[in-house]
């Protein structure tokens, strides 16, 4: 899994499902499904994540949706995730630990990082991408910069402080997606207007990318 093969055939967007209630996480991912997003995360700091990653599993990955988690701090959540399936994790920082535990359990690991140092330990600790984070500490400029130095086929996703406006900047730095929350996914937000904000989001990454 730590190879790239989580993201084959899909957009590289990642929805950031933070505070998704389980009630409905079946029915959010489909309408995520719909527009076009095949890459889930439910952060672990939300209302029973585990039950909300399991539910979307077991609906929408025979369709084709790759379910991972988001805040994962500890190599005891990597384990639970294995044992229901969760194809990737994502991280605010970048664990050795957790990052070796995911791989070993054939998971993705995308560890959260911000500087060089922080780079190249994480790959070698076995991260399948990187989650530059927060974004708004490293502008396009400083993608471009750490992607002349960084292997070529690793990915970078930024995380925070992303927008259309400068989405068009992060690619052309070297970026390879984006991982999106409030602005896609609020807790109690409508789900015509997630329906709406995910259509959008998804047009302005196709155009960014073509």
Do not use: C
């Amino acid at each position: 899994m730590n190879d790239g093969n989580w993201l084959r055939g899909h957009l590289p967007l990642i929805a950031i499902l933070r505070g998704l209630e389980p009630d409905r996480a079946v029915a959010v991912a489909g309408i995520l499904h719909a527009a076009g997003i095949g890459l889930v995360e439910v952060p672990l700091n939300s209302p029973d994540a585990f039950a909300s990653i399991a539910a979307i599993i077991a609906a929408w990955e025979p369709a084709g949706m790759v379910v991972g988690a988001g805040t994962v701090l500890d190599v005891g959540a990597v384990a639970r995730l294995a044992a229901i399936g969760a194809r990737f994790v994502v991280a605010p920082n970048a664990d050795a630990a957790v990052i070796g535990a995911a791989t070993a359990q054939g998971m993705a690991a995308v560890p959260g990082v911000i500087t060089p140092s922080e780079m190249f330990a994480a790959l070698a600790a076995g991260a399948a991408a990187l989650k530059i984070f927060p974004a708004e500490l490293m502008p396009p400029a400083g993608i471009r910069a750490v992607r002349a130095v960084l292997p070529p086929a690793v990915p970078i996703f930024i995380v925070g402080g992303v927008t259309a406006a400068n989405m068009a900047d992060y690619v052309a730095a070297g970026a390879s997606g984006f991982g999106i929350g409030s602005s896609l996914f609020r807790p109690g937000k409508a789900l015509d207007d997630i329906a709406a904000d995910a259509q959008a989001l998804v047009a302005a990454v196709r155009a960014v990318l073509a």
